[in-house]
């Protein structure tokens, strides 16, 4: 069985840090994209970070400079580092698993940035 566990969220100050993590079970880790989404109250789930089997990554441009995804095969886990948080982050995270079309999604975590 395919689960992915997010933990990290929170609250946070304006210009604070939080560090989310996802934990990868039930899937061969190493052949999956990874990536973390966003979906704020009213909005689309839009793509925030994705990072390939090779470790290329790609940023939203609203996050771009201020979040940095990273992965640990030997882990089975993909984190996103957030700093410089705005209130505009404020977003339940969801973490995606993409290998050969078959795709999956964590239950996601809530993040909450005060100004």
């Not at 566990?5 to 946070?12: I, K, P, Q």
């Not at 993590?21 to 973390?36: D, P, Q």
């Not at 789930?45 to 470790?55: F, K, P, Q, Y």
Request: charged share 15%; glycine share 12%; net charge positive.
């Amino acid at each position: 069985q395919v689960q992915l566990v997010e933990s990290g969220g929170g609250l946070a100050q304006g210009g604070g840090s939080l560090r989310l993590a996802c934990a990868a079970h039930g899937i061969i880790f190493s052949l999956n994209t990874m990536a973390w989404y966003r979906q704020a109250p009213g909005k689309q789930r839009e793509l925030v970070a994705r990072i390939s089997i090779v470790d290329s990554t790609f940023y939203a441009d609203s996050v771009k400079g201020r979040f940095t995804i990273s992965r640990d095969n030997a882990k089975s886990r993909v984190y996103l580092q957030m700093s410089d948080l705005k209130p505009e982050d404020t977003a339940v995270y969801y973490c995606n698993a993409d290998h050969g079309g078959s795709n999956y999604w964590g239950q996601g975590t809530q993040v909450t940035v005060s100004s």
